[in-house]
C-alpha cells in the first residue's frame, strides 16, 4: 500500500490546526493505521500533545540541511501505530537557510522520499507553523493531501483564498502536480451562535465536495489536553471532541482508501 503524505496548514494561528494534526494522527493510529506525525512547526507544540520531550538534534532541521538521515529522527510515541519526528527550537533558523539554498521548495520532498519508498507508514501527516514561509511551502511541495482547518469564525474564508492560490502555484510552476486540496475541517464550532452555522454553511455552498462532515466543536477538553502531554482519546476519550476527530478520521480513511483490504 502506498504511502499519503497530508499537511495541515493555514497561515492563521489558534485555528486547531496542531489539534487536528495529533488528534487526526492519533484517531488513525487507533484504527491500525500506521501514521507517521512530523512537526515542522518550530514551536513544538504537536510533540509536547504527544507526550514527546523535545531534544536538541532531534527534528528536520538536520536533515533539510543534508546531515543526517531522516530515519534517526522518528521517535515512538505512547500510543500504538503512532509515531513521531519531533521539532525543537533550531527548526526556526530554516525558515532562514532554506530560503539560500538550491531548490529550496524541494528540500523536504527529497529526505522524505526514502521513508514514502520504505513503507513503513500508511499515512504521514505534517503539522506546519501557522505561516506560509519557507517550511509550510515545503511541506505543500511534499504533500499529496492538503488538509485545511478553517475556524467557525468571521473572516474564516478569508485566508482559504491566500493558501488555494499558493496550490495553484506550486501545481503551475510543476513544483508539486500531485498536491490536491484534500479536505476543509472546520473547527472550533459553536453550537449556539448562528454565525458558526452561517460559516459552516458558506464553506458548503462554495466547495460542497471539499469540506468534511464532522465539525470539531469549541470544547474546554479539547484545549486542555495538550497540556496534559495526550491525544483527546487518552484525556477525555468519550467526550464529544473526541468523537468528533473519530469521524473525521473515519471521513478521512475511506476518502483516501488508508484501510488495508
Do not use: W
Not at 533558523?93 to 538550491?102: F, G, K, P, T, V
Not at 528540500?107 to 517550511?135: F, H, Q, W
Amino acid at each position: 500500500m502506498p504511502t499519503t503524505v497530508f499537511t495541515i496548514a493555514n497561515q492563521k494561528g489558534g485555528v486547531g490546526k496542531t489539534t487536528t494534526a495529533v488528534n487526526l494522527s492519533a484517531a488513525l493510529a487507533e484504527n491500525k493505521i500506521h501514521t507517521l506525525l512530523i512537526d515542522l512547526d518550530p514551536q513544538a507544540n504537536a510533540t509536547s500533545a504527544v507526550g514527546v520531550e523535545k531534544q536538541t538534534g532531534k527534528s528536520l532541521y538536520g536533515p533539510l540541511r543534508g546531515e543526517g538521515s531522516i530515519f534517526e529522527m522518528i521517535v515512538p510515541t505512547a500510543y500504538e501505530h503512532l509515531a513521531l519526528i519531533p521539532s525543537e527550537e533550531d527548526l526556526a533558523a530554516a525558515e532562514i537557510e532554506l530560503a539560500q539554498m538550491e531548490n529550496y521548495l524541494m528540500k523536504l520532498r527529497t529526505i522524505l522520499e526514502p521513508l514514502r519508498n520504505s513503507n513503513g507508514y500508511r499515512a504521514i501527516v505534517i503539522d506546519c507553523p501557522p505561516a506560509l514561509g519557507m517550511l509550510s511551502m515545503n511541506s505543500l511541495a511534499a504533500a499529496d493531501q492538503l488538509l485545511i482547518t478553517l475556524q467557525c469564525e468571521y473572516m474564516a474564508l478569508e485566508g482559504l483564498g491566500q493558501i488555494l492560490r499558493n496550490v495553484d502555484r506550486l501545481k503551475n510552476a510543476h513544483i508539486n502536480d500531485r498536491l490536491n486540496l484534500g479536505g476543509i475541517v472546520m473547527t472550533m464550532f459553536d453550537s449556539r451562535t448562528n454565525l458558526a452555522k452561517q460559516v459552516v454553511d458558506e464553506v458548503r455552498q462554495h466547495l460542497p465536495d471539499k469540506i468534511f462532515n464532522s465539525v470539531i466543536p469549541r470544547t474546554v477538553r479539547l484545549s486542555e489536553a495538550p497540556s496534559f502531554g495526550k491525544p483527546i482519546f487518552a484525556y477525555d476519550p468519550f467526550g464529544v471532541g473526541a468523537v468528533a476527530y473519530r469521524n473525521l478520521a473515519k471521513e478521512v480513511i475511506v476518502r483516501f482508501g488508508l484501510k488495508n483490504p
